[in-house]
């Protein structure tokens, strides 16, 4: 007798790119159908948030590698099913993504229990989706680049970006003073919020250049200048304004950097650039979830939208219009 055997397919929506490229020619959203058996140590997600970030983008565009047709690495979502062998994950747990690319621009995703980290679900659902974006670079720019203490001092331009709100808010968290330097059009609503978050100085970009910063930098010593702008002329200065021996640092996304070689020589100035690896994520998450806990960082968001407006989503954060921007699902 002939058995006939049914296969459970599951279908979610994502998006996918064609190629890499200009993000508004090459991704397209469209049902993804797979086989519903789950292989022993997969993990199936249902997604609730999914930041829009500046590094999807740049995978998009081919600034950064890919070799995936799946789009987006970070987010939070809930664990619906898992495979056989799976120990450390059960139906109804919070997860975030612990490698990259994972494909979290979908309503629901695989992934091997390995590439997945576990999350308090008391935890905002907001607020962890972000965890592992600017946050994270942030906590790793200010562990890696440079020897900071309690006391010590930092500056940044780019401070109204999510990640230098989110440098600003760390920073604060370890007893480091920050001055902030901000291209922010409204520059009093941007000194009140960047103070909010902890910020000692706040000046707008024309400020960055003159006498009177170089006078607030020289008494605060800054040891560490990170670079978060698309202004290069701010760069400079900070550069210029950096204590004996300090370090200027150029985080992905930032524009070019041009310094004249006497700040290096006489000054003993270091430059260098940082991208976040998606392999320390997992080294830096516990204490990310603890600052977000305690209220110690709070990520500003714009604005929460659907997969079906992915376009103008990212095309308001490839022109740095916009801050955080959420996917809901």
């Not at 004249?260 to 991208?275: H, Y």
Request: net charge positive.
């Amino acid at each position: 007798m002939n058995r006939v055997m049914s296969v459970r397919m599951m279908s979610s929506m994502a998006a996918i790119k064609s190629r890499q490229g200009s993000p508004l020619a090459v991704v397209t959203v469209a049902a993804r159908t797979a086989s519903g058996a789950l292989q022993a140590s997969d993990v199936r997600v249902k997604m609730v948030y999914a930041p829009v970030a500046l590094a999807d983008i740049f995978r998009i565009q081919g600034n950064i590698a890919s070799n995936v047709s799946s789009c987006g690495s970070e987010g939070v979502g809930v664990v619906e099913e898992v495979g056989s062998a799976v120990k450390g994950l059960k139906k109804g747990d919070h997860v975030v993504p612990g490698s990259a690319e994972l494909g979290t621009w979908a309503s629901t995703l695989v992934a091997s229990e390995k590439d997945l980290l576990s999350v308090p679900k008391d935890l905002d659902a907001q607020q962890a989706a972000l965890l592992g974006s600017s946050a994270a670079t942030a906590l790793r720019v200010l562990s890696d680049v440079s020897t900071l203490s309690k006391g010590d001092c930092i500056i940044l331009n780019g401070a109204e970006t999510p990640l230098g709100e989110s440098l600003i808010q760390i920073a604060k968290a370890k007893g480091i003073m920050t001055i902030s330097v901000t291209g922010a059009t409204n520059i009093k609503e941007a000194e009140t919020r960047l103070k909010s978050f902890g910020s000692s100085v706040v000046v707008p970009d024309a400020f960055a250049s003159s006498s009177a910063f170089r006078k607030v930098c020289i008494d605060a010593k800054p040891k560490l200048a990170v670079h978060c702008s698309n202004n290069s002329s701010t760069a400079t200065d900070l550069a210029r304004a950096l204590a004996p021996g300090g370090v200027l640092v150029a985080v992905l996304g930032a524009s070019p950097v041009t310094v004249p070689s006497s700040i290096l020589i006489e000054r003993g100035i270091c430059i260098r650039g940082f991208a976040m690896n998606p392999s320390t994520v997992k080294d830096t998450f516990a204490e990310l979830v603890g600052l977000a806990k305690s209220g110690a960082l709070k990520q500003t968001i714009s604005s929460t939208t659907s997969l079906n407006d992915i376009q103008s989503a990212m095309s308001s954060v490839a022109s740095r219009s916009a801050g955080n921007i959420l996917l809901k699902f």
